[in-house]
């Protein structure tokens, strides 16, 4: 069963910058692909970015321009780089690696974007 744990999260005023890392406790090309997601409070959790083993990535439009998913294979771990946070973006912050069948999820880390 892999695991995987979300760290790097906190608070950070607009205009801020945040790295979240999400590592994994297997090796990390094992996944097709790994997504970032967010969840803010009463809102559907939502696809952020995503990195594919191929290094194919993409970005939700909001975010485009502001955040880079980046993967560090020697240390199986995926990054979000955050740049020009906006209070929009505070949400829980999840990430998920696919590996069909299975899908895995880390629990979350708390990204709050103050005024």
């Known amino acids: 069963q892999a695991h995987l744990v979300e760290s790097g999260g906190g608070l950070v005023q607009t205009g801020g910058s945040l790295t979240l890392s999400c590592a994994a406790s297997e090796n990390i090309l094992s996944f097709s692909v790994i997504h970032w997601y967010r969840q803010a409070p009463g809102e559907q959790r939502r696809v952020v970015a995503f990195i594919t083993r191929d290094d194919i990535t993409n970005y939700m439009v909001s975010v485009k321009g502001r955040f880079t998913i980046s993967r560090d294979n020697a240390k199986n771990t995926v990054y979000l780089q955050m740049h020009s946070l906006k209070p929009e973006d505070t949400a829980v912050y999840y990430c998920?690696?696919?590996?069909?069948?299975?899908?895995?999820w880390g629990q979350g880390t708390q990204v709050t974007v103050s005024l």
């Open positions: 998920n690696g696919r590996r069909v069948p299975n899908d895995y």
